[in-house]
């Protein structure tokens, strides 16, 4: 490039120089490299966005230390300096080395290695410098770093009849964040199953839950809420909780139609017993041999006028 | 450029001694390793002076540093920081507004070791070639950092800065961040003299930027001794600097006044004819 210097005003552009100063080729070499240089650096930046904004994607089990502002503020907020990974008193917290898939130098944690022990003066937000770490979190109560889901029915031990409870039992927030509830196991037909049940209004996400999960593969993990939140409609209400606001049901007591065929039945009441098949059959089974006569039990009894 | 540039400051040993003639290049080294060191001794042996990183640290619990160049780029991306941050990067910009910005790249920067390195390699291995983009592109990609900071809302350039990737690596792990670091040793080595530090590094024209009225400048007092043997020329990180100061071009003070001087003081080691010296900008004593 520099070479070139010495050679070009001397040989071949005198009789340019003197009609146009804008034709130089100082200044033609000048813009050339000005704009070589501008479009290199543009190039480079551009580049650089483009894969920070493809890479800004947090995986699903990479969680944020407690406080942490929303994802996109956040990566505009953290320095990357790690003072809340040197706070953690339970080395919970890493910062991202690149080639990992969290934003390079980014502090976060997961669940099932390591989960956050939720400390009541949490340590890893004092000394955020930006606030990436909201410094107005002050109950770890609070903390909202992810939400528990009980992601697999099928091992789960509590849904296979067991009573595991693990999960349920380790939870700091025990029967607030984690509730057992008690279902009829249809299966054994006997038993109850105690199914662990979330509450996103307790759960903190510290994923303690996750980490003593028994089974090889956890059945239980913390996710970022909005990958495993459903919403209700704003205009839905469910009627039970506002029956007990209102101290009565608003549209009064609910108009009972009789069931055909169940007529002497109390509303609601399906159970199928003996004193419902016996009218209803009408020629007597063992009259007839076709065994496909037999009226089927249930609700279908083939009645008709 | 015929005498031996590939072993610059043979003359100013021989005159002053290997460790005079090393002097600066020393002293450098052990701020470097030293400020690196304090950063470490945390992790490795519990014994916790300065925790964090380049980016932003706490020393001794009491003293908050951040980045000024971080900062900026924090407040570009639509952010304001706690006043923590507001006021550590206040301190570091002030330090090297009153020092001179490039010090940092000089004394402080890891990848410094890096790039010196390579230049070193380069000068032993005789490679000549060069294919040295502008050394304006550094400005063009500052500008360019702020852009994408803004573009994304993110601290973009921060995901692949090799100065605070090679800082944090050290301390936290390094990851793959060791090839980006290999990388650029390559491009300096092979590709380009003095490439990152002097044409591209977008952090070094941050500070450049903060450093134009530095006190603490290189200057030539005894230019008049000068012998031509291009020595300075082949130490320096950035040999545009020198002619202005040693050879009166444009200028009648000794006092090196370009900001892109990173005042490493390499070229006061290999004079061996106590040309240079570590000065200030006011310092306009001179031979000639």
Redesign the interface.
Known sequence: MSSEKPADPAVRVPEKVHNSVSNSPARRKFLANMAGAAGGGCLLAMGVGFYANQARALPALALRPPGALAEEDFLAACTRCGLCVRDCPYDTLKLAAPGEPVPTGTPYFTARTIPCEMCEDIPCIKNCPTGALDPQLTDIGDARMGLATLVDHETCLNFLGLRCDVCYRVCPVIDKAITLDNLHNTRSDRHAMLLPTVHSEYCTGCGICEKACVLPVAAIRVLPPALVQGKLGEHYRKGWEEREKHGGSLIGDQVEYPVRGMEGKAYGDTRVTDDDKAPAAEPPPASDDEAGDTPPSGLNSRWAP | MSRAVSRPGQDAIARKGWLAAHKWLLLRRCSQLGILALFLV??WFGI?IV???L????TLDVL?L??PF??VQ?LV???V??A??LV?ALIVALFYVLLGGRVFCAWVCPVNMITDAAAWARRRCGIKSS???????????????F???A??????????NPV??AH??L???????LW?LVALFLFDFLVTSRGWCGH?CPMGAFYRLLGKAALLRVAAPARAACDDCMDCFAVCPEPHVIRPALKKEGQESPVISSADCTTCGRCVDVCGKQVFRLTHRFDQRSSS
Do not use: H, Q
């Not at chain 2, 980016?55 to 706490?58: E, V, Y």
């Open positions: 945390g992790p916790w925790k964090g990183n980016s932003s640290s706490l908050p951040t980045d971080v900062l924090m991306a639509g952010f920081p706690a923590t941050a550590g294919r040295a983009p502008d050394a304006r592109t550094r400005y063009w990609l500052l500008l360019g950092v852009i994408a900071a573009a994304t809302g993110t601290l973009a350039w921060e995901w692949i605070s990737l944090r690596g301390i936290f792990g390094m990851g793959t961040g980006v591209v």
